[in-house]
């Protein structure tokens, strides 16, 4: 199975850069893991969010999705533990999708067409964090979760 991070926009700070390539190169121990970015839709003086969100929405939906599963990363989204996270990601690697896809979006959230394409949203906490760090925070759960899965004692309860 592989599992990709779906971003929008670039990475800019050097310190969640470093710490994204840290949890991406131990990933790789565990799974064909990859980050994608699709390019930063800049909102215009003109257009509306709405229209930002359909922008990003059809760069999301627009990737080749098929025989893939999409999860978003969203604040209305389920709330796991890390263990439960893990035994998410164990059922759907037991099921059988060829890859699982989590997304970040942009800065107003997905397009109702990227919620209608999705299998889950899932909640990183009831607080708000920057999509740059949010992106740390997804690929070091991720990997958390794998080192559960294989019963490794990064995680401790």
Not at 46 to 64: D, L, R, V
Not at 75 to 98: H, I, N, V
Request: charge should be positive; hydrophobic fraction near 35%; aromatic fraction near 10%.
């Amino acid at each position: 199975m592989k599992v990709t991070l779906l971003v929008v926009g670039k990475t800019d700070e050097p310190f969640i850069k470093e710490g994204i390539n840290y949890y991406i190169r131990r990933l790789k121990h565990y799974v064909d893991f990859k980050l994608e970015i699709i390019p930063d839709v800049k909102k215009g003086r003109k257009s509306s969010i709405t229209q930002q969100k359909i922008s990003e929405g059809a760069k999301i939906t627009g990737q080749n999705l098929s025989g893939k599963e999409l999860h978003l990363f969203d604040e209305q989204g389920d709330s796991y533990s890390s263990r439960e996270f893990a035994e998410f990601l164990e059922k759907k690697m037991l099921s059988g999708p060829k890859e699982l896809v989590f997304v970040i979006g942009g800065p107003y959230g997905f397009s109702e067409e990227v919620y209608e394409k999705a299998s889950s949203k899932i909640s990183l906490s009831r607080m708000t964090f920057s999509h740059q760090l949010a992106r740390l925070l997804c690929v070091e759960q991720i990997y958390r979760a794998f080192t559960i899965i294989k019963g490794e004692p990064y995680h401790h309860d």
